[in-house]
């Protein structure tokens, strides 16, 4: 794959690809929602100027290997219906954070679960990371099941000084084959 084109993933019902301008409707209901953000801390997205305005950020982040945001679709359907990240690397890059959403109507379908299972896969095996961390609200129960249905582990101690109401899980790469690995 070439340096700078965007690694769409795809598995056996969802397309993962690149954050579109076309996608601005999307963003805006899932960085606004209150029912999606429910657990979430993170600036609203309310008009289309900031929806856009997220896209460029996320595009560039991608440009300067901060961030990996996809895009989650139904494998024939290009419609957004969530995202799905890696951001947040340590400096020497070993270390990330996964981030996702989903529209209400998709949940309980093994969606996220089969897009976290790919991204996952493209962490340690594409990027070479060692570790992928969660941060999730204390009570976010979907959450909290779907990371250890993926062998994440709750990293005890460890805490989220920008949201005390946040835990944090965390997977190697080591324990992670055996779950990614078909």
Same mark, same amino acid.
């Given at each position: 794959?070439e340096?700078?084109?965007?690694?769409? *993933?795809e598995?056996?019902r /969802?397309?993962?690809?690149k954050?579109?301008k076309s996608d601005?409707q999307?963003i805006?209901?899932?960085?606004?929602?209150?029912k999606?953000n429910?657990?979430v801390?993170?600036?609203? $997205?309310?008009?289309k100027?900031? $929806?856009l305005? #997220?896209i460029?950020? %996320? &595009?560039? =982040? #991608?440009k300067?290997?901060?961030?990996?945001?996809?895009?989650? %679709?139904?494998?024939y &359907?290009?419609?957004?219906i =969530?995202? *799905?990240?890696l951001w947040? #690397?340590?400096?020497?890059?070993?270390?990330?954070?996964?981030?996702?959403d989903?529209?209400p109507?998709?949940?309980?379908?093994g @969606?996220?679960?089969e897009s976290?299972?790919?991204?996952?896969e493209?962490?340690?095996?594409t990027? &070479?990371?060692?570790l992928?961390?969660?941060?999730t609200h204390?009570?976010?129960e979907s959450?909290?099941?779907l /990371?250890?249905?993926?062998?994440?582990s /709750?990293v005890? =101690?460890?805490?989220?000084?920008?949201?005390?109401d946040? @835990? *944090?899980? =965390?997977?190697r790469a080591?324990?992670?084959y $055996?779950?990614?690995?078909?």
């Amino acid at each position: 794959m070439e340096q700078n084109q965007f690694p769409d *993933i795809e598995t056996v019902r /969802l397309l993962l690809r690149k954050l579109k301008k076309s996608d601005w409707q999307m963003i805006s209901y899932l960085r606004s929602d209150k029912k999606v953000n429910e657990f979430v801390q993170r600036p609203s $997205a309310q008009s289309k100027e900031k $929806a856009l305005e #997220f896209i460029s950020k %996320t &595009n560039s =982040g #991608f440009k300067s290997r901060k961030l990996y945001y996809w895009t989650i %679709t139904e494998k024939y &359907n290009d419609k957004m219906i =969530g995202s *799905i990240c890696l951001w947040n #690397f340590s400096q020497d890059r070993k270390t990330a954070e996964v981030g996702y959403d989903l529209s209400p109507k998709y949940q309980k379908k093994g @969606i996220m679960d089969e897009s976290l299972k790919s991204v996952l896969e493209y962490g340690f095996k594409t990027l &070479n990371v060692d570790l992928i961390e969660a941060f999730t609200h204390r009570r976010n129960e979907s959450s909290k099941i779907l /990371l250890e249905r993926n062998g994440f582990s /709750l990293v005890e =101690g460890k805490k989220d000084e920008h949201n005390r109401d946040n @835990i *944090i899980y =965390g997977i190697r790469a080591k324990y992670a084959y $055996a779950i990614i690995s078909p």
